[in-house]
């Protein structure tokens, strides 16, 4: 099945062997996505609000690079590393996916630097 990577513009280089997405048969794969800036520094230390804004901006840019909307996401995978965080990320969640909500499941663990506080991984369906 051909695939098609997707790197929005401006893109820093990825921690890991990964890249921000991937199109194949109409459907996007967003990686997971951390609170990092082009140089892979964490942004917005301490702040869960700002830092769940600042992930569903980079999702939101892989997004539409391949040509669709926050409305073709149909599901959310959420990390959190404090339980205390999730009403702060609810709150902007819900900013940025109102009306019908995606699918999505939500777990504590640890991120790959400890300054980050939510990782997010989206699946959405484009019209092909």
């Known amino acids: 099945m051909p695939k098609t990577v997707i790197i929005p513009p401006g893109s820093g280089a990825p921690l890991a062997p990964f ?26 230390v301490g702040d869960a609000a700002a830092q769940t804004r600042h992930v569903l901006e980079i999702i939101k840019r892989v997004v539409e690079t391949a040509g669709g909307t926050l409305e073709d996401v149909t599901f959310n995978s959420l990390f959190i590393t404090d339980w205390a965080n ?24 640890g991120l790959v630097k400890p300054d980050a506080l939510i990782e997010i991984a989206s699946i959405a369906h484009l019209a092909r």
């Open 19 to 44: 890249v921000p997405g991937t199109l194949a048969d109409g459907v996007l794969y967003v990686s997971g996505t951390l609170p990092f800036d082009a140089q892979n520094n964490v942004v917005h």
């Open 86 to 109: 999730y009403a702060a990320v609810n709150q902007v969640y819900a900013e940025y996916f109102p009306g019908e909500k995606p699918a999505r499941y939500c777990i504590q663990c």
